[in-house]
């Protein structure tokens, strides 16, 4: 007779254990794959302690100016270009024409 063990693996593994096994079917994306995607955005810096970047919705524009490319269309992403932000003095009449521009290109 094979000796029996009064621990069983705890519910919480056998559902991250189900989740990894059907991310594929759920996602189309297997967990490794994931880890990648992941992996990439994680080398976009987008905001520091002491700036926010405001990203901009601008399919087709040249970036010019303090407008600088994310690179978003090239990987298919919504937001297409970014201007950093460090103070309220940097939200200028620049910034608002593309506030504008990007809302109007929305609309």
């Known amino acids: 007779m094979a000796p029996t063990h009064p621990y069983s693996v705890h519910p919480s593994v056998l559902y991250l254990r189900s ?4 991310l594929p ?3 189309g994306r297997s967990l490794d794959e994931w880890l990648r ?4 955005f994680a080398q976009i810096k987008p ?3 002491t700036r926010i970047d405001l990203g901009f919705a601008l399919k087709g524009t040249p970036a010019t ?10 990987r298919k992403d919504r937001i297409t270009h970014r201007i950093p932000i460090a103070s309220l003095a ?13 809302y109007e290109m929305d609309a």
């Open 19 to 22: 989740w990894l096994d059907t």
């Open 65 to 74: 100016g303090r407008l600088i490319d994310t690179g978003g269309f090239a």
């Open 37 to 40: 995607l992941v992996a990439v």
């Open 25 to 27: 079917q759920k996602t």
């Open 47 to 49: 905001t520091t302690r």
């Open 90 to 102: 940097e939200i200028d009449g620049e910034v608002r024409r593309w506030l504008k521009v990007a």
